[in-house]
T-cell receptor, first 112, second 116 residues
């Protein structure tokens, strides 16, 4: 069983739609939960991170963590074509804070 | 401020040859990480340097892979001899010392390695 499961998609939505991206994880020791965005031929860049359970909002993006069900989500409101990218969830903590464990990534396309 | 720089951006080598990848982290970042993404799989951790010391090398696949970080600055990842399954994108990331909490890891653009 993978430590982090993420549906690779692809996911295609019209401009303005609300996008929901999700991951599940298996190790309850993890404490940091991150979402990275990766454009084609680029490295991942950190979009948001949360520590422990709860919600965090940044503009059109909202990250949610439910540690009881080991479920993390990223919501994108009013999606734009520029949001088209691969979105990767990543978790860290436990015995090694620096080591990130990634999901497979979801390919998102927002069409005009 | 310059970001994390990796080169080459793309390398094509024959099976059995040696390849060396280089990463220049953001200046002042003590933490340096190597990750790899094999086609169709998730990005996987290879190892973590704190300055010049290997903090965690649990993700290194086998002894054909050798990572070094000279003087705590740039790092190299050598694959010798390369095998077909080593093909993938190798990412380097760096972050500041966390002092007890997680700090953001900045990624380079990756080196795409193709072994034929």
């Amino acid at each position: 069983q993978k430590e982090v499961e993420q549906d690779p998609g692809p996911l295609s939505v019209p401009e303005g739609a609300i996008v929901s991206l999700n991951c599940t994880y298996s190790n309850s020791a993890f404490q940091y939960f991150m979402w990275y965005r990766q454009y084609s031929r680029k490295g991942p860049e950190l979009l948001m991170y949360t520590y422990s359970s709860g919600n965090k909002e940044d503009g059109r993006f909202t990250a949610q963590v439910d540690k009881s069900s080991k479920y993390i989500s990223l919501f994108i409101r009013d999606s734009q074509p520029s949001d088209s990218a691969t979105y990767l969830c990543a978790i860290a903590g436990g015995t090694s804070y620096g080591k990130l464990t990634f999901g497979q990534g979801t390919i998102l396309t927002v069409h005009p | 401020e310059a970001g994390v720089t990796q080169f080459p951006s793309h390398s094509v080598i024959e099976k059995g040859q040696t390849v060396t990848l280089r990463c220049d982290p953001i200046s002042g970042h003590d933490n340096l990480y190597w990750y790899r993404r094999v086609m169709g799989k998730e990005i996987k951790f290879l190892l973590h340097f704190v300055k010049e010391s290997k903090q965690d090398e649990s993700g290194m696949p086998n002894n054909r892979f050798l990572a070094e970080r000279t003087g705590g600055t740039y790092s190299t990842l050598k694959v010798q001899p390369a095998e077909l399954e080593d093909s993938g994108v190798y990412f380097c990331a760096s972050s500041q010392d966390w002092g007890g909490g997680l700090t953001e890891a900045f990624f380079g653009q990756g080196t795409r390695l193709t072994v034929v």
